[in-house]
């Protein structure tokens, strides 16, 4: 069954609202999350690092004013598309590592469409 | 942010017929793993290898971590319509999981039944 939990699966929203993606880790804690942005046709790009209890770390050219990321707790991330424009439409997926040595594992991910 | 270098970039293929893709790094990983995606959803993993020189199968899956631990191969032997989607190959330098995951570009396969 699946190990990591992605809420909602998809969302479509104005340009100019905030939307919020939740990242749930199932039955195990996560002290480190990882949340991807893939654009139709092509590979996952790292967009940040999500640290529980500290901020997060972002990649190069990733807005974090405007990628807003809280790891509250130990199971759970979100990550928060702030004043979303159209060009923010993608699909976002997060993972979390199940421990040493385990690979990661992905959420279903979160098709966001802005209008 | 870095990419690996993974071929081919799509395949066509007659059901029944085995398929082979296969990824490359100029840096070392210490764990490469192989991942499907369907279309609206998140990459499942297909087999995770932790070892140079590993050889581990999960069916009608083979893959293998190369020597120098700069590349891997994926094979998948008998293909079905199903095998349809995009194949990812990822690489993990730190073995202790709380690294991110280095992509391939990924392989689209189609199958032709």
């Known amino acids: 069954g699946a190990v990591v939990s992605q809420h909602p699966s998809w969302v479509i929203c104005k340009s100019g609202t905030s939307v919020k993606i939740e990242c749930r880790s199932l039955d195990f804690q996560a002290t480190t999350m990882f949340w991807y942005r893939q654009f139709p046709k092509q590979s996952l790009m790292l967009m940040a690092t999500?640290?529980?209890?500290?901020?997060?770390?972002?990649e190069q050219g990733v807005e974090k004013d405007k990628f807003l990321i809280n790891h509250a707790s130990l199971t759970l991330s979100t990550l928060t598309v702030t004043s979303a424009h159209p060009e923010d439409s993608s699909f976002y997926i997060c993972?979390?590592?199940?421990?040493?040595?385990?690979?990661?594992?992905f959420g279903n991910g979160t098709r966001l469409t802005v209008t | 942010g870095q990419q690996l270098n993974q071929s081919p970039q799509s395949m066509f293929i007659q059901e029944g017929e085995d398929v082979s893709m296969n990824c490359t790094s100029s840096s070392i990983f210490n764990t490469w793993l192989w991942y499907k995606q369907d279309p609206g959803e998140g990459p499942v993993l297909l087999i995770a290898?932790?070892?140079?020189?590993e050889l581990t199968s999960n069916g009608r899956l083979t893959a293998q971590f190369g020597i120098t631990r700069k590349d891997s191969f994926l094979n998948i032997s008998a293909s079905i319509p199903s095998d349809v989607g995009i194949y990812f190959c990822a690489g993990l330098k730190d073995i202790s999981g709380n690294t991110p995951l280095v992509f391939g570009k990924g392989t689209r396969l189609s199958v032709i039944a």
């Open positions: 999500s640290n529980e209890g500290s901020k997060a770390t972002y």
């Open positions: 993972s979390a590592p199940t421990g040493r040595h385990s690979p990661l594992h």
């Open positions: 290898l932790y070892k140079a020189g």
